[in-house]
């Protein structure tokens, strides 16, 4: 929605400095190779005689026209320019490598500022968490009280002390 309503805006603008312009009309030969070097009055110009061109009958246009009006339309100038020129990458590979240093900094400090781990961390806690839970036939359908079941039940983490 915004994108439409920057569009629109840029349109009428383009619109409104191309009528108080009284210089010469380029013409739609070579229109790519040339749009970079034309003044914003002249692709004002242009846009305006392609819009007018296209209110008639399409099948009326020549090649010429045509493929002006494709390029203003969908050409990689403005907004849709090539996004990354030469020497971009390594920008982005450093940015990103950069980001994932100071989060990977941030992750320790935080860790380092934390508090220890719980002393129910522990291989003999869980073991008897383990041993607590087929006292009380925990979960006797799939869980660690069913018959045959070869699981790890509670031991999922070990601290080393």
Same mark, same amino acid.
């Not at 500022?113 to 607590?132: L, S």
């Given at each position: 929605?915004?994108?439409?309503?920057?569009?629109?805006?840029?349109?009428?603008?383009?619109?409104?400095?191309?009528?108080?312009?009284?210089?010469?009309?380029?013409?739609?030969?070579? %229109?790519?190779?040339?749009?970079?070097?034309?003044?914003?009055?002249?692709?004002?110009?242009?846009?305006? @005689?392609?819009?007018?061109?296209?209110?008639?009958?399409?099948?009326? %246009?020549? %090649?010429?026209?045509?493929?002006?009006?494709?390029?203003?339309?969908?050409?990689?100038?403005?907004?849709?320019? /090539?996004?990354?020129?030469?020497?971009?990458?390594?920008?982005?590979?450093?940015?990103?490598?950069?980001?994932?240093?100071?989060? /990977?900094?941030?992750?320790?400090?935080?860790?380092?500022?934390?508090?220890?781990?719980?002393?129910?961390?522990?291989?003999?806690?869980?073991?008897?968490?383990?041993?607590?839970? @087929?006292?009380?036939?925990?979960?006797?359908?799939?869980?660690?009280?069913?018959?045959?079941?070869?699981?790890?039940?509670?031991?999922?983490?070990?601290?080393?002390?």
């Amino acid at each position: 929605m915004l994108f439409r309503i920057a569009s629109i805006n840029a349109k009428r603008s383009l619109t409104r400095s191309a009528s108080t312009t009284t210089g010469s009309v380029p013409t739609f030969t070579s %229109l790519q190779s040339s749009w970079k070097t034309l003044a914003q009055e002249e692709k004002a110009s242009l846009y305006n @005689k392609v819009l007018e061109a296209q209110k008639g009958d399409w099948k009326a %246009l020549d %090649l010429e026209q045509k493929k002006a009006a494709y390029w203003i339309a969908f050409g990689p100038h403005g907004l849709r320019k /090539a996004p990354l020129e030469k020497g971009d990458g390594k920008k982005v590979y450093a940015g990103v490598f950069a980001v994932i240093a100071v989060s /990977a900094g941030l992750f320790q400090l935080i860790r380092q500022a934390g508090q220890p781990t719980p002393h129910t961390f522990t291989k003999e806690w869980q073991e008897a968490t383990n041993e607590r839970m @087929k006292e009380q036939k925990a979960n006797p359908l799939t869980g660690i009280s069913s018959e045959g079941y070869e699981g790890k039940g509670f031991v999922s983490f070990t601290k080393e002390e």
